[in-house]
């Protein structure tokens, strides 16, 4: 007696799903140069070469993920988005777009990527705000406090710091708010 199979279906879009979530994952945990696409397949329980047949390859599927992720552009210097990131930070660990402010990637194409993510979530919102307020050296001071709220984040997350490690949110929020100017925006 022969047991018949019902050859699974295939659903491309949930494979797809399951391939930008898993990405996303390894990415942020990994960075892109140290994930491999039959990773990020074994993560997904998808075949890795579909990557290819979905995104085009593994720098698309990442450029995929950034945009996936992209949220309302982060202002630091208002204090719910600050809390809002902070948590999310605490919650996920510090994403491609935070990390892509420090760690140059080995592939152009996922560098500029995330680097014009960075821009557009966080550089930008907070240069234009302080350009608003009249700050002559708007993109200067923008790109010293997103460098700044980075370097926080990432120190943080890699437990150098033990002080910093052990905050709590709430306690690191109001620090940061400081720093940053938050308060009075005078920096």
Request: hydrophobic letters at 45%; a negative charge.
């Amino acid at each position: 007696m022969t047991k018949e199979t019902t050859p699974r279906r295939r659903d491309s879009a949930a494979s797809r799903d399951r391939l930008l979530s898993a990405a996303g994952e390894l990415f942020a945990d990994r960075g892109f140069d140290r994930t491999s696409a039959r990773e990020i397949g074994e993560r997904a329980d998808v075949d890795p070469t579909m990557i290819a047949r979905y995104f085009g390859g593994k720098a698309q599927l990442f450029i995929a993920v950034l945009r996936a992720e992209a949220d309302r552009p982060a202002d630091l210097l208002d204090p719910d988005r600050l809390a809002t990131l902070l948590d999310r930070m605490d919650r996920h660990g510090p994403g491609p777009v935070i990390q892509a402010g420090i760690r140059p990637y080995g592939d152009a194409e996922a560098q500029a990527a995330a680097r014009a993510e960075l821009q557009r979530r966080m550089v930008t919102p907070l240069r234009e705000r302080l350009a608003r307020e009249g700050d002559e050296q708007a993109d200067l001071r923008a790109e010293l406090l997103v460098a700044a709220f980075i370097g926080v984040i990432l120190s943080r997350h890699a437990g150098a710091f033990e002080h910093l490690a052990g905050a709590t949110t709430s306690e690191l929020l109001a620090l940061l708010q400081d720093l940053l100017g938050v308060k009075g925006h005078g920096i």
